[in-house]
């Protein structure tokens, strides 16, 4: 009756109508009754979800999620007994003693070997790698990064110099790079439109001012790409092109915010979402290098207390490489390897020309140019839920805003508890293999993608003889080392079979076109390509045009 505190809340409505059908599951099966459900009753519903998952499974390539982590379940299904938390620094055993966090050092060392940065962990180098296992995905990774570099160019202090910890840091710029002093602790961030949303939801969780922002707020009709300021750096050949960073558009982007004293935040793709491009980091660097040379931004004085200053770069290069960086090592090993080896032949099938550089190792007018990296775990290494690995080096880590004791370590990560799990199943995939056989796996991929392409093309054909084409044609597109294959967006039963993801591409022309794509990933075998290819020769696979 009324006045009775509520015990639990009632429902405001029927729970079994308030949400969209999910395919072959009954929602009934999964309700949670106040009096619990039997043993016999949870077995049935867990079951009817296996008989789900297991049909979806057999057909996901729609997205860069690889779905074959070999023997992930028999190898560690007996860690899921353990109540796992890597909470605090990955290097500092701290007081929660189940953890994993052996494991997880050696998973850091491992990629920190894979993308060329000095290694083991050592806190007394600042040139050392430093990183951790994410617990979420590259999300994570891209905020952590993000608000690494604004801290870092707001002058924040540093972890690495001495100071009574806790306490922030006012910055005071001593040599003001320009004539607008204020600009100096204000970092402008640049990324492309082929950047994933995760990006934008971090510029506006960390409220980073992007070029655009302070374009239209401060420099109103000033774009030096003499239009309005577009909202995010232009896209080589616009949206239908590759999916790579216009690197013209951006010198003049991050030239114009430069001469004006601002600091650099510079956001790169290593693999883009939807077309797998790879932004060329190395050309981006060997035109920015000098402008940051030019604008006093290569190294700058901070004071942030009268008579204490520290040198430190006015720029910071974050290169979001949730596919490409667990992918791309392998192709450069591959590549190493003598010419007249299978594997070097093989490569050489797949890509004309260098393989690009992306991470530690990339060193341009002898400036080491990445300051922080990020991957997916449940990318290309397929681990079964999202997790991934975050990296720096010491000489860029900010001291972090608090020091809990209780934990025993310093919060250095984003999340506080973190997956003890994660570094188990991405440990041992990297273990279970040899690199030569991670390279091999990689090249197969490339071969898979280029197979997945020509099918496609060659049903274009075939559809095309039987007067079955739609309109247009099936637009069929692959980017450079790419992946994946875009291709004519299908009809729905298609897209849920094979969980694609879709995406609108505005043409040159200004048409709207709707693309799907499929990642040949190591799941991705050729058998299933030719599986699929068959699904879209069936009638009513794509929709008439009307
Ligand atoms: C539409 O597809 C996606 O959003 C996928 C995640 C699903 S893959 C299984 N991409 C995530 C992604 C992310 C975010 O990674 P997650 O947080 O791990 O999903 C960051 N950067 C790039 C270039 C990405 O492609």
């Known amino acids: 009756g009324e006045g009775r505190a509520t015990v639990i809340a009632e429902p405001a409505r029927d729970p079994r109508q308030a949400y969209p059908e999910q395919d072959e599951l009954d929602i009934a099966d999964f309700e949670i009754p106040a009096e619990g459900m039997s043993a016999q009753q949870r077995k049935r519903a867990l079951n009817r979800l296996e008989t789900y998952l297991v049909g979806k499974h057999e057909t996901m390539v729609g997205f860069q999620g690889n779905q074959d982590m070999a023997r992930y379940q028999q190898d560690l299904a007996r860690f899921m007994e353990f109540h796992l938390n890597n909470v605090g620094d990955p290097f500092q055993?701290?007081?929660?003693?189940?953890?994993?966090?052996?494991?997880?050092?050696?998973?850091?060392?491992?990629?920190?070997?894979?993308?060329?940065?000095?290694?083991?962990?050592?806190?007394?180098?600042?040139?050392?790698?430093?990183?951790?296992?994410?617990?979420?995905?590259?999300?994570?990774?891209?905020?952590?990064?993000?608000?690494?570099?604004?801290?870092?160019?707001?002058?924040?202090?540093?972890?690495?110099?001495?100071?009574?910890?806790?306490?922030?840091?006012?910055?005071?710029?001593?040599?003001?790079?320009?004539?607008?002093?204020?600009?100096?602790?204000?970092?402008?961030?640049?990324?492309?439109?082929?950047?994933?949303?995760?990006?934008?939801?971090?510029?506006?969780?960390?409220?980073?001012?992007?070029?655009?922002?302070?374009?239209r707020a401060e420099y109103p009709g000033q774009c030096p790409l003499?239009?309005?300021?577009?909202?995010?750096?232009?896209?080589?050949?616009?949206?239908?092109?590759?999916?790579?960073?216009?690197?013209?558009?951006?010198?003049?982007?991050?030239?114009?915010?430069?001469?004006?004293?601002?600091?650099?935040?510079?956001?790169?793709?290593?693999?883009?979402?939807?077309?797998?491009?790879?932004?060329?980091?190395?050309?981006?660097?060997?035109?920015?290098?000098?402008?940051?040379?030019?604008?006093?931004?290569?190294?700058?004085?901070?004071?942030?207390?009268?008579?204490?200053?520290?040198?430190?770069?006015?720029?910071?290069?974050?290169?979001?490489?949730?596919?490409?960086?667990?992918?791309?090592?392998?192709?450069?090993?591959?590549?190493?390897?003598?010419?007249?080896?299978?594997?070097?032949?093989?490569?050489?099938?797949?890509i004309k020309g260098k393989i690009p550089e992306f991470d530690f190792g990339l060193v341009v007018d002898g400036v080491d140019v990445v300051s922080s990296l990020v991957m997916s775990g449940h990318k290309w290494p397929g681990a079964p839920w999202p997790c991934g690995v975050f990296m720096?080096?010491?000489?860029?880590?900010?001291?972090?805003?608090?020091?809990?004791?209780?934990?025993?370590?310093?919060?250095?990560?984003?999340?506080?508890?973190?997956?003890?799990?994660?570094?188990?199943?991405?440990?041992?995939?990297?273990?279970?293999?040899?690199?030569?056989?991670?390279?091999?796996?990689?090249?197969?991929?490339?071969?898979?993608?280029?197979?997945?392409?020509?099918?496609?093309r060659e049903l274009e054909d075939r559809l095309d003889r039987e007067d079955r084409l739609p309109d247009g044609g099936l637009y069929v597109d692959r980017s450079p080392m790419a992946l994946t294959v875009r291709f004519r967006k299908p009809a729905d039963h298609v897209i849920e079979k094979w969980s694609l993801s879709c995406q609108p591409i505005r043409t040159g022309s200004g048409r709207i076109r709707h693309y799907a794509h499929v990642f040949a990933m190591s799941s991705v075998t050729e058998e299933k390509v030719d599986a699929f290819i068959e699904d879209l020769f069936a009638e009513g696979a794509f929709d008439r045009p009307h």
């Open 93 to 215: 055993q701290g007081n929660y003693k189940p953890n994993t966090k052996i494991v997880e050092r050696a998973v850091l060392d491992h990629y920190a070997s894979l993308w060329r940065a000095a290694w083991p962990y050592d806190a007394e180098n600042p040139d050392s790698y430093w990183g951790y296992v994410l617990t979420m995905g590259s999300t994570e990774g891209n905020l952590y990064a993000l608000a690494s570099a604004r801290d870092y160019l707001s002058g924040k202090k540093l972890i690495t110099e001495p100071g009574d910890g806790g306490d922030q840091m006012v910055y005071v710029q001593a040599v003001p790079a320009s004539e607008e002093p204020g600009n100096a602790n204000r970092p402008v961030a640049f990324y492309s439109e082929d950047t994933h949303y995760s990006v934008i939801k971090a510029v506006r969780t960390l409220a980073i001012d992007t070029f655009a922002a302070v374009g």
């Open 226 to 350: 003499g239009m309005d300021w577009p909202m995010e750096v232009p896209s080589r050949g616009g949206p239908d092109g590759t999916g790579e960073i216009d690197v013209d558009a951006l010198e003049q982007l991050v030239t114009f915010f430069a001469e004006r004293g601002h600091p650099v935040l510079l956001l790169l793709n290593f693999g883009t979402t939807f077309k797998g491009a790879y932004d060329n980091i190395e050309k981006v660097a060997a035109r920015l290098i000098p402008v940051f040379e030019r604008t006093g931004l290569l190294e700058r004085e901070i004071e942030f207390e009268p008579g204490r200053t520290d040198r430190r770069r006015g720029f910071w290069v974050h290169v979001d490489g949730a596919l490409g960086a667990g992918f791309m090592p392998f192709l450069r090993i591959a590549a190493a390897e003598d010419r007249g080896s299978d594997l070097a032949l093989q490569l050489r099938r797949e």
């Open 392 to 456: 720096t080096k010491n000489k860029f880590r900010v001291e972090p805003p608090s020091q809990p004791a209780y934990t025993g370590s310093p919060d250095t990560t984003f999340a506080g508890s973190r997956n003890g799990l994660s570094p188990l199943v991405l440990w041992n995939d990297l273990a279970s293999k040899s690199i030569r056989e991670h390279a091999a796996e990689a090249v197969r991929a490339l071969r898979t993608t280029r197979y997945l392409e020509s099918s496609l």
